[in-house]
C-alpha cells in the first residue's frame, strides 16, 4: 500500500508543469513531507465545463480517502486510501470513477515501513524507508482516481460537496519491493492526456498506461521513526538515518 507520502512543490511550478488551471490562493496547500491519509493533497484532474462543453484540466486540493458517492457518511474513506491495480476496474467503490474520473497525484516520493525483529536491548519495531526516483527532480505523477460526495444532511449548502481521492498500487519490485509488497503506479509524461481524459474509457489502454515510478529507477534510504507520527512534519524527516 501506499500510507504516507511526500508532496512539497508549490502550486504555481504544479500548474505550469501540468498546464493546469490554478484554484482560487486562500485554497493553496502548503508543502508536506509527511502526507497522511484524510489530509488534503494536490490532484490534476480535467472538468467538463457548463458552458459549451469545454474541458478544462484543474490543480485542484483533494482530500485523501475515496468516499463513493453512495457512501452514507465520508468516514468509509480512511478505508480507501489506495485501490489495487489488479481489481480497480471490477470493485463497486472504484469502478465509476476509473471509467471517467481519474487524475494525477504529485509526489516527490512515498514511505513504507520494514518490520525489525526484537534482539537485545531492543523491542520489535517498524523501519520507515523513503522510496523516491533516483533523479529528485524527476518527482513522481501518481496514478488516482477522484470521486466527489454530498452531505445529504446539508441541503443547499455548497460546502456540502466533498471531493476526494485514492492512490492505484500494484506489487512492488526493486528498491520499493525490499521494503514493502505493495507500490504506488504512476503515469508517464506522454500519457498524461490519455489518463486524464473524461471521455477515454477503454479499460485495457487504461490499465497499459500505468507503469512503475521512474520506470523501476528508485531508490531506498532508512529514515527517522518521527515520520511515523502524522504530527512531525518537515524536511528533516528526508534525513538518511544511522542503522
Known amino acids: 500500500m501506499c500510507g504516507r507520502y511526500v508532496s512539497t512543490r508549490n502550486p504555481q511550478d504544479l500548474a505550469t508543469t501540468y498546464q493546469a488551471a490554478l484554484p482560487d490562493p486562500d485554497q493553496f496547500l502548503a508543502p508536506s513531507w509527511n502526507v497522511a491519509p484524510t489530509d488534503h493533497v ?3 484532474l480535467e ?7 469545454k474541458v478544462e484540466r484543474q490543480l485542484r486540493a483533494l482530500r485523501w480517502g475515496l468516499v463513493p458517492s453512495w457512501a452514507k457518511d465520508p468516514s468509509i474513506g480512511s478505508r480507501m ?4 491495480m489488479e481489481t480497480v476496474h471490477e470493485k463497486p467503490s472504484f469502478r465509476s470513477a476509473f471509467s471517467r474520473r481519474r487524475c494525477l497525484l504529485p509526489a516527490d516520493g512515498f514511505f513504507e515501513w520494514d518490520p525489525v525483529p526484537a534482539r537485545e536491548g531492543r523491542k520489535a519495531y517498524k523501519q ?5 526516483p533516483e533523479d529528485p527532480a524527476a518527482g513522481m ?5 477522484f470521486e466527489f460526495w454530498r452531505d445529504p444532511a446539508r441541503k443547499d449548502d455548497p460546502d456540502a460537496w466533498v471531493t476526494t481521492c485514492t492512490i ?3 506489487e512492488a519490485t526493486d528498491a520499493a ?7 504506488p503506479l504512476t503515469v508517464a509524461r506522454e500519457h498524461w492526456d490519455d489518463w486524464l481524459d473524461p471521455q477515454h474509457q477503454d479499460v485495457a489502454d487504461l490499465r497499459a498506461l500505468l507503469e512503475q515510478p521512474a520506470a523501476g529507477h528508485l531508490t531506498a534510504r532508512p529514515v527517522s521513526t518521527a515520520v511515523n507520527s502524522v504530527r512531525n512534519d518537515g524536511p528533516e524527516l528526508l534525513e538518511p538515518a544511522d542503522l
Open 42 to 44: 494536490w490532484g490534476v
Open 47 to 53: 472538468r467538463v465545463l457548463e458552458d459549451g462543453g
Open 81 to 84: 486510501i489506495n485501490a489495487r
Open 128 to 132: 520507515p524507508y523513503f522510496i523516491s
Open 141 to 145: 505523477s501518481m496514478a488516482g482516481l
Open 168 to 170: 492505484i498500487t500494484t
Open 177 to 183: 519491493g525490499r521494503v514493502h509488497p505493495r507500490m
